[in-house]
């Protein structure tokens, strides 16, 4: 792989000092002597002396004019290779990149964009599914300077560019935890804003569910505290709306856990015995213990099919395998279990054998990137004997390169909230299904007719709705999908927060 050019920067320093030196040609240009020019013959006649006027100042670029009002750097990138983890979307590019220093930097950039009608998008992880965390012609803000943590006794205040790996190391010094997503580079504020799935969930609810404030810059530039007393509406719809809709979160306020020790498990069957762990598993997930919080994994590999799960317990690892003895008495089960503390548990999901180095180094967790496509489905009543049969006959179909059906057990405190509580609206599936596609790059088109091939099959058995943060621009009727009974709210809010349509993307609510 070839290094990246540098990208060019637009420095506050480089512009003030153009101005400064254009300045200096203003005061000392024609300034010559007179002396020579005044002759006796005319020392009695009143001399009329014409100043020409003063040279104007050439008014700044739109690109050097944000570049003088925001301190970060400003950059014109040729791709978006290091903004979005999908490298199907690599190519775009935006007009201009900024990663502001600060909430001033951040509302400098958004009146900048308004003044000048440039699209704004902002990238807090870069995981969009669709790249939606950069744009072609437009404005990105990219929030990873604004990544403090600080954790107090009950209370964390994270900042809106903070990711996953940043947040736990930081609370396991406190002794504190709070329910996220896995992958360490994810952002908390996407991951926020669209809800947040993990695996304390069933214990301690979504990610949007432990949110007791937040800052936002909104489209009109104005910074805005929300929280259940102030600016409620905006406080609602930023709990579960979707990310880039209704502003740009600077800083978010959560609840948060005592850390406990946990048990942790994996278990995998023979393929044969699909159709049998698939029913064991969702009689089970679902209903237990709500300190139990487990996924399902059914996976194609060039044809070759299998079948496994994993999940954390928040207490004895005895009370765990207890939990799962339906799920072990499935022929053929394959069983590990094992006990750790909270933060080991997160670097555990998240792939990390050692904290500080590769993707779980708190200085900026990496992510390698990965072409693929990605969709979801929410089941509400459980599979009968047709409908496990549907998916498991999708996966068991050829792939080019590989597939995955990820089952998130729902239930418990995540289904415990009211459906109208906060934005987030999928308070009643039993568990969402997340389809995910990989390839190469010749690779698009067979994996594209897998990922609609599972989603044609499970369509009958599913509710019809879908997880705005598993994003996907081919899934029809989106916004119902993803908002349900609270579109139409979340679509006002919208509509009062920015009506000039600064923050458009493809799947942004309107």
């Known amino acids: 792989m070839s290094t990246p050019e540098r990208e060019p920067e637009l420095t506050r320093r480089r ?57 970060g750097p400003v950059r014109q990138p040729r791709s978006s290779a290091a903004l979005v983890f999908n490298e199907r979307f690599a190519e775009r590019r935006p007009r201009v990149v900024v990663q502001p220093r600060d909430v001033r930097d951040v509302q400098q950039a958004v009146r900048w964009a308004q003044r000048h009608d440039v699209a704004l998008t ?26 403090a943590v600080h954790v107090t006794r009950g209370r964390a ?50 990610t949007c569910d432990n949110v007791t404030g937040l800052t936002i810059v909104t489209p009109d530039g104005r910074l805005r505290r929300c929280d259940a007393r102030s600016h409620e509406d905006l406080f609602w719809a930023c709990r579960g709306g979707g990310g880039g809709n209704f502003g740009v979160v600077t800083s978010f306020e959560f609840k948060t856990h005592p850390a406990r020790r946990g048990a942790w498990f994996a278990i995998s069957w023979p393929w044969g015995q699909a159709d049998a762990a698939l029913a064991a598993w969702q009689r089970v997930a679902p209903h237990t213990a709500n ?42 089960a394959a069983l590990a279990t094992g006990s750790e503390g909270s933060f080991a548990l997160a670097k555990r999901w998240a792939g990390c054998a050692d904290l500080g180095r590769g993707a779980c180094d708190t200085t900026g967790a990496s992510q390698p990137t990965a072409r693929f496509a990605a969709g979801s489905a929410y089941v509400e009543r459980a599979l009968d004997a047709q409908g ?70 499970l369509r009958p058995h599913a509710s019809g709705a879908a997880y705005q943060n598993y994003i996907d621009r081919d899934l029809r009727g989106w916004q119902q999908a993803y908002y349900g009974r609270n579109l139409p709210r ?17 799947q942004s609510i309107r």
């Open 15 to 71: 512009v003030v000092g153009r101005g400064l030196a254009g300045a200096l040609v203003l005061v000392t240009g024609g300034c010559g002597s007179q002396r020579d020019r005044a002759t006796s013959t005319v020392a009695t006649t009143p001399r009329t002396t014409t100043v020409p006027p003063p040279k104007r100042r050439r008014a700044l670029s739109p690109l050097k004019e944000l570049a003088r009002d925001v301190r």
């Open 122 to 147: 902002v990238r807090s992880g870069g995981h969009s599914y669709e790249g939606y965390s950069s744009i072609d012609g437009g404005l990105v803000l990219d929030l990873r300077r604004l990544r």
């Open 157 to 206: 205040l994270v900042g809106g560019g903070a990711q996953v790996i940043d947040v736990h190391a930081q609370l396991a010094r406190r002794n504190a935890t709070l329910p996220t997503g896995s992958c360490p580079s994810i952002g908390v504020g996407g991951l926020t804003l669209g809800g947040g799935f993990g695996l304390s969930g069933r214990a301690h609810g979504l």
């Open 291 to 332: 300190a139990l919080t487990s996924v399902l994994d059914l996976g194609s590999h060039a044809g070759a099919p299998s079948i496994g799960a994993r999940g954390q317990y928040l207490g004895r690892e005895s009370q765990l395998r207890a939990l799962l003895r339906p799920l072990t008495e499935v022929a053929g």
């Open 388 to 457: 496990r049969a549907a998916i498991l006959s999708a996966v068991e179909r050829p792939h080019p390169g590989a597939g995955m059906l990820i089952l998130d057990a729902y239930g418990g405190a995540i289904n415990d909230v009211a459906a109208d509580a906060t934005a987030f609206v999928h308070r009643s599936p039993l568990f969402s299904v997340q389809i995910l596609t990989y390839f190469g790059p010749e690779g698009i088109d067979a994996a594209m007719s897998w990922k609609r091939s599972v989603e044609r099959r």
């Open 490 to 506: 979340l679509r006002e809010i919208r509509a009062h927060v920015d009506p000039e349509n600064l923050l458009r993307f493809p």
